[in-house]
């Protein structure tokens, strides 16, 4: 039987950036899936905390110079790579100038406001990992979209992307973390941004609050497996969640057992 291949995607990684908790669970579950004999590949956002020099990331040139479409705007990709070292773990990092080089994540660093555009930034993060994994000429078995940064994807795949022969057998896991916020998009700012060839009105009901509720909605109505990365999840959460629960599973919430338990939904995904 040949490798299992996953592909995890996040907005933040160990040793690179750490904002929440997601940072650590991205950190761990890689190396022990690459420990059980699978392929890894990481992709995360270049936000602009990660320091280039001292984390030696590096071009991919091969793989940048795409533009992604964000609504009626296009904007280009950059791609570059780093290694984590001690497991032996490559990481690719999305990057572009306007969305990326803020010396902060999601909230300004001085008002501590959310950024308005943060959507536009999810769009252009998701879209740009599927189209880097389709110049990597990398085809993986599962995809495991972490938080709600990352909660496009399964839409994607399961629409836009569903013939590509990169994506066509790819399965998704969408996790969700404790990590709420309160600002409200545009409605219809959000749609259009959202929309793909493929894609209609109908397809995107989830997103009409336009708020954190609709980014794991979304996520979680096109994903195949969904979990709980976090042990403490608001309760308005947990209420969307309950609403999956045919593909909801339960996950331990640490050591061992957690990685054994990620080991069987990849497993029988890919079966």
Known sequence: MS?????YVSSEINPFLKTSEVADYVRKLPQSMQERGMEIRIMVPRFGLINERKNRLHE?????????AV????????IKVASIQ??????YFIDNEDYFHRKSVFRDKKSDEFFSDNDDRAVFFCKGVIETVKKLGWAPDVVHCN???TSFIPLYLKTSYK?????????????????????????EQLTNKVKMLDIDDSMLSDLSTADYNSFIKIGSEYADKVTKGSPAIDDSVVEVLSSYGEKLTETEPEGEEYAESYYDIYTGLAE
Do not use: C
């Open 86 to 91: 001690s497991a032996k773990l490559q990481v």
């Open 163 to 187: 013939n590509d022969p990169m994506f066509k057998n790819a399965k998704t896991v969408f996790t969700v973390y404790n990590t709420q916020f309160d600002h409200k998009f545009d409605h």
């Open 60 to 68: 991919v040139v091969r793989l940048s110079g795409m533009n992604i």
């Open 3 to 7: 490798k299992l291949k996953i592909l």
């Open 71 to 78: 609504g009626e705007d296009e904007k280009p990709l950059t």
């Open 147 to 149: 938080d709600w940064f």
